[in-house]
Nanobody
Framework: QVRLVESGGGSVQAGGSLRLSCAAS????????MAWFRESPNKEREGVAA??????TRYSESVKGRFTISRDDVNTLHLQMDILNSNDSGTYYC????????????????????WGQGTQVTVTS
């Protein structure tokens, strides 16, 4: 069982930055990759960025070049978000991947089985 707790959300003006963090606890030894997803009203949950234990990263086209995913260690995940715009508003979720599935399209929900409760990001114009 893995427990994930996000932090760092808040309100920021367009063009600004935020840094999200995710703390993992419990059976973290089997975590091979993690990701950030986001969800907003009238939109399906969207994979934003993912990283595996070797540091290989994946980004959605909508955030590539503006967001950076990183891991301090197996228990701490970050998402640096720069040049934010109103389309980035939403609830951001941290997720831990199902072992052995780091291939192909990894920014899809069914590759992940542990989820945090989410942290809210609001970008104002």
């Amino acid at each position: 069982q893995v427990r994930l707790v996000e932090s760092g959300g808040g309100s920021v003006q367009a063009g600004g930055s935020l840094r999200l963090s995710c703390a993992a606890s419990g059976n973290t030894a089997r975590i091979q990759y993690m990701a950030w997803f986001r969800e907003s009203p009238n939109k399906e949950r969207e994979g934003v960025a993912a990283i595996d234990f070797k540091g290989d990263t994946r980004y959605s086209e909508s955030v590539k070049g503006r967001f950076t995913i990183s891991r301090d260690d197996v228990n701490t995940l970050h998402l640096q978000m720069d040049i934010l715009n109103s389309n980035d508003s939403g609830t951001y979720y941290c997720a831990a991947g199902i072992p052995g599935l780091w291939f192909g399209p990894v920014l899809v929900e069914h590759r992940y089985r542990s989820w945090g409760q989410g942290t809210q990001v609001t970008v104002t114009s």
